[in-house]
C-alpha cells in the first residue's frame, strides 16, 4: 500500500509540482493564488498574470485561468500549488478578466503598482486578495515535505479537490496544461456550455480520477472466473448540443399516453376556473422539434397536457430548421436595435386526442436557422448574435396570439396565459409589462415565468438597452445588472408570477449559494406572495407495465419476479456475472463534477472489497454516461479491474437506461445541483430505490429512509462528501442484503408515488387561477 500510495504521490501532486522525489520539495518554492472577483461576465473567467514566464510574463494571452464553483463563488483560485524557482524571491503579479479563451479585450484590476507575494524554499503560500482592493493577505504555509511524508494519500486529495489527482505531462507548460483543463464551474452563470467528447480515443490510465482509483487498491492477487461477455455491441452517442441526456430519452406518443392512463384512471383533483383562457407557451426549444435537455420535455409536456385540461394552447418557439408538415402561415414586423426586421410564422397542428390538439407556431428568420446547434456552433461557442435571435422570438411571440388565424378558429385574442421558460423567453413579461399593458392591450392577461435552471441567465455586456430593445431608460433599469442586461432579472421583476420546477429549488434560489446574484429578486418576488414551485412530471413511457424494452413487464403486485428478470437480462447484456444476490447499482448520466461523478468512482475499489461485513463486495455497478474525458476513462478502468462487477458503459443507450431501472435494485444520483431531476422518478416508478445528495427537485421527489420503512422512497446524503456517500450506500446495500422484507416495503412506497404530468397539472392550473385572478405586476 506505501508502495502504491508513493507511486500516485508521484504521478499527482509530485508531478503537477515538477518534481518527482520526496526530497526536491526542499528546493522548490510554490504559491496558490485566491482572489474574491464578481466582476466576471457570461463567458469570462478570472486570470493571473505577473513577470514570471508561468504567469504569461505580462501576456494577458498567456495568463493563469483560476478557477471557481457555486460553493466557493465569488472566490476564484488555483485548484494545486504553483511551482515557481525559489530563486524569483518575490514575484509581482495582477488580476485580470477576460474571455475564457483568452480572446477579447482584457480587464485589470485598478489598484496602484502591482501585487507581490515573497516566495518561501520548501513552502506553499497561499495569498488571499479582493478585486480592486490593494493589498494581500497571507493565509498559510504549508511545509511539503512534512504533510506528504505523515499522510501523502491526504495530501493528495486535499491539494487535488474536487477534481482529484491530475496527472501532468511535464514536456508540456505548465499554463497549456490548466488551459487545456475544462473549465469546471468557473462562472455557473454562463450558459449552453457542453463538452463533447471522442468516445473512440484510447484509454489512458493516467487521467487523473483513474490515478486517485488506483491510489486506493491494496496490492493483492485474487483468483476468480473469467467474467462473461456482453451479449451485444454497447451503443454510443455524440453529446455535441446536448446539454443533458434527457435530450435523448423517448416520448409516448398521444395514442400511447392515451392507451396508458385509461389504466391508471387517475381523476384530477382540482377543477380549473379559468380553461377558457388560452395557453401561450413560448420557449426555446420544444420536443420532438428542437432539445437539448430538459426544457424541451416539459415544453413538450405542456403541449399536451394544457389542450387535454380544456385550453385553447400554442406553442411559440424558434424555426432552427424546416420542419414535415408545417405551412407558412405570415410575417410581421418588429424593430430590434433600432432596426425593422421581417419574422415569419410557421404552424402545425398536432391532435392529443378528444377533439383536442396544440398550435405549434415556428418564428422564421434568418438569425435563427444555423447549422450548428440551437444555442452554440460546432466548436462549443454560443453565437454572438443568441441576444438578438431571442429577443425576436420574444417579440413574435407577442405579437402571435394578436394576428393568427389558425385553423380558421380565429386569432387568440388579448386575454392569454403567457407560459415564459427561462431567459431566452424572459423577455416577454418585461415587454407585457412595459410596452403592451401600457397601450391598452393585453390588459387581462398575465405571464408567469418558468425558471428550470437559474444558473442560465442571458446576461450580456455592453448593451445599450434603450436603443436594442426600443424602450425608456425607467424601463430599461428592469434589465440592468451592473454593465450588463439579465433578461432572467428583467423576467422576475416584472413576471406576474416566478414558478420553478421544483418547491426546494424555490427554496435555494433564494439563496446568496443559489440565486447566483439574482436572489435578491427572486425574494422580493415570494414576498410579493408571486413564487412557487412546481415538480416536473414524468412521461408515460416510463411504466414497468407497459414498458416495451424491459426484459419483462411487471406491476406493484409481482415486482419481485419481475426485476429479478430484468436484473437477469442486465447482467447477461453487460456481461456481469449472473447473481441474483448481489445488489445491483445503476448511474445513467453525464460524466462531469456537477453529477458528482468524480466521488462516486472514488468508492468503486471500497465497493469492490470484501471486507467481511456481508456488504462491501457483494455488490455491483453499471455507470452508463458520457462526458469529460478523465471521467469517462475512470469508468473504464473500472470495469477493467473489476471484470464481471463492474460496467463501465462509456456510451448511452435509452433501451439500456430502460433496463437499468427495471432490473437495479439501487439508483445512484449524486448531483451537487439538480433543479429538478427526472432519473431520480423514474427509478421510483420501477422499485429501484434511489440514492440521492439532497438538493433541488431531488429533496421534494425521494423521501429519505429517516421518515420510516412505511413512508421512505430511498435515501438522501449530505454532504456531498466521500465518506458521506460510503456511509449511505452502505445502509441502502445492507438494507437490500440483510433486511428484505423492509427494503420491499420501501419498494411498494416508490411504485405507489404519482409522479407523472396529470399530477403536476393540478398544481399548474391551481398557480394559473390565482394569477389571473392577482392584479398584475404595475412598474
Request: contains cysteine; glycine residues 8%.
Amino acid at each position: 500500500l506505501k508502495r502504491v500510495r508513493a507511486s500516485a504521490w508521484q504521478s499527482g501532486i509530485g508531478a503537477s509540482l515538477g518534481v518527482r522525489k520526496v526530497g526536491d520539495l526542499a528546493a522548490m518554492a510554490a504559491v496558490i493564488f485566491e482572489v474574491e472577483c464578481q466582476k466576471t461576465k457570461p463567458g469570462e473567467a478570472v486570470f493571473v498574470v505577473g513577470g514570471p514566464a508561468l504567469l504569461g510574463g505580462w501576456d494577458t494571452g498567456k495568463a493563469l485561468p483560476l478557477t471557481t464553483d457555486e460553493q466557493r463563488f465569488p472566490k476564484w483560485g488555483l485548484d494545486k500549488p504553483l511551482r515557481l524557482p525559489e530563486e524569483e524571491g518575490e514575484i509581482e503579479y495582477k488580476f485580470v478578466v477576460q474571455q475564457a479563451s483568452r480572446s477579447g479585450k482584457a480587464t485589470w484590476e485598478e489598484i496602484p503598482g502591482n501585487r507581490k507575494v515573497a516566495l518561501v524554499p520548501g513552502k506553499v503560500v497561499t495569498t488571499s486578495s479582493v478585486w480592486d482592493k490593494a493589498g494581500s493577505t497571507n493565509l498559510a504555509q504549508s511545509d511539503l515535505e512534512e504533510e506528504m511524508g505523515a499522510r501523502p494519500s491526504q495530501t493528495v486529495e486535499r491539494l487535488t479537490a474536487p477534481a482529484a489527482a491530475e496527472v501532468v505531462d511535464t514536456n508540456r507548460h505548465i499554463v497549456e496544461q490548466l488551459d487545456a483543463r475544462e473549465p469546471m464551474r468557473k462562472n455557473f452563470s454562463q450558459s449552453l456550455l457542453c463538452l463533447d467528447v471522442d468516445e473512440d480515443e484510447p484509454f489512458d490510465d493516467t487521467q487523473p480520477i483513474v490515478a486517485l482509483c488506483k491510489s486506493e487498491v491494496h496490492e493483492r492477487i485474487v483468483e476468480q472466473e473469467p467474467a462473461p461477455e456482453p451479449s451485444g455491441p454497447r451503443a454510443t452517442v455524440s453529446l455535441k448540443h446536448i446539454s443533458s441526456f434527457s435530450a435523448l430519452t423517448e416520448m409516448a406518443d398521444a395514442i400511447e399516453k392515451e392507451e396508458v392512463r385509461k389504466t391508471r384512471k387517475r381523476e384530477s383533483a382540482y377543477e380549473p376556473f379559468n380553461v377558457e383562457v388560452p395557453i401561450v407557451i413560448v420557449t426555446s426549444e420544444v420536443a420532438p422539434y428542437s432539445k437539448t435537455g430538459g426544457l424541451g420535455l416539459v415544453a413538450a409536456s405542456y403541449s399536451y397536457e394544457f389542450p387535454r385540461k380544456g385550453h385553447r394552447t400554442m406553442v411559440v418557439s424558434p424555426k432552427y430548421k424546416h420542419y414535415d408538415g408545417i405551412s407558412f402561415v405570415c410575417e410581421t414586423k418588429v424593430i430590434v436595435s433600432g432596426r425593422e426586421e421581417v419574422v415569419k410564422f410557421w404552424h402545425k397542428y398536432e391532435v392529443t386526442g378528444d377533439g383536442k390538439g396544440c398550435d405549434y407556431v415556428f418564428v422564421g428568420h434568418d438569425t435563427i436557422e444555423r447549422q450548428g446547434g440551437l444555442y452554440n456552433g460546432d466548436d462549443g461557442r454560443e453565437y454572438p448574435d443568441n441576444l438578438f435571435r431571442f429577443t425576436l422570438l420574444s417579440m413574435a411571440a407577442m405579437e402571435a396570439p394578436l394576428i393568427l388565424n389558425l385553423g380558421g378558429k380565429g386569432t387568440y385574442g388579448d386575454k392569454v396565459l403567457f407560459l415564459a421558460n427561462d431567459w431566452q423567453a424572459g423577455l416577454v413579461p418585461f415587454y407585457l409589462c412595459h410596452k403592451y399593458r401600457r397601450n391598452g392591450c393585453y390588459t387581462q392577461s398575465r405571464a408567469i415565468y418558468v425558471v428550470h435552471n437559474l444558473g442560465y441567465q442571458g446576461q450580456y455586456p455592453h448593451v445599450s438597452a434603450c436603443h436594442f430593445f426600443g424602450c425608456e431608460q425607467h424601463m430599461a433599469a428592469d434589465l440592468a445588472f451592473g454593465d450588463c442586461i439579465n433578461l432572467s432579472k428583467a423576467a422576475i421583476i416584472n413576471a406576474d408570477r416566478v414558478l420553478t420546477v421544483s418547491p426546494n429549488y424555490t427554496k435555494e434560489i433564494q439563496t446568496p449559494q443559489g440565486g447566483f446574484r439574482l436572489e435578491d429578486f427572486v425574494r422580493a418576488k415570494g414576498d410579493a406572495l408571486r413564487l412557487g414551485g412546481i415538480l416536473n412530471g414524468i412521461d408515460d413511457v416510463w411504466n414497468p407495465e407497459t414498458d416495451k424494452d424491459l426484459h419483462a413487464k411487471y406491476s406493484i403486485d409481482d415486482f419481485v419476479a419481475g426485476k429479478a428478470a430484468n436484473k437477469a437480462a442486465i447482467q447477461q447484456q453487460l456481461g456481469l456475472f449472473e447473481d441474483p444476490k448481489v445488489v445491483l447499482i445503476g448511474f445513467v448520466g453525464r460524466l462531469t463534477w456537477q453529477k458528482g461523478v468524480d466521488v462516486m468512482v472514488q468508492i468503486i475499489n471500497w465497493l469492490m472489497e470484501d471486507a467481511g461485513n456481508g456488504v462491501t463486495g457483494r455488490c455491483q455497478i453499471v455507470m452508463m454516461g458520457n462526458g469529460e474525458k478523465q471521467y469517462a476513462d475512470a469508468l473504464r478502468w473500472a470495469e477493467d479491474t473489476y471484470k464481471g462487477r463492474v460496467c463501465g458503459y462509456v456510451g448511452f443507450d435509452p433501451k439500456v437506461e430502460h433496463l437499468l431501472m427495471g432490473g437495479c435494485d439501487l439508483f445512484l444520483m449524486p448531483s451537487r445541483y439538480e433543479p429538478c431531476g427526472l432519473p431520480q422518478m423514474y427509478s421510483q416508478r420501477y422499485g429501484t430505490l434511489p440514492i440521492v445528495h439532497a438538493t433541488g427537485g431531488l429533496v421534494d421527489s425521494v423521501k429519505d429512509i429517516s421518515a420510516g420503512y412505511e413512508t421512505a422512497t430511498g435515501f438522501h446524503m449530505t454532504p456531498m462528501s466521500k465518506e458521506k456517500m460510503q456511509e449511505v450506500v452502505y445502509v441502502a446495500a445492507e438494507l437490500y442484503l440483510k433486511h428484505t422484507d423492509d427494503f420491499r416495503k420501501m419498494q411498494r412506497n416508490a411504485m405507489s408515488e404519482d409522479f407523472y404530468w396529470p399530477q403536476a397539472m393540478d398544481e399548474y392550473e391551481k398557480a394559473i387561477d390565482t394569477t389571473l385572478y392577482d392584479a398584475p405586476v404595475a412598474r
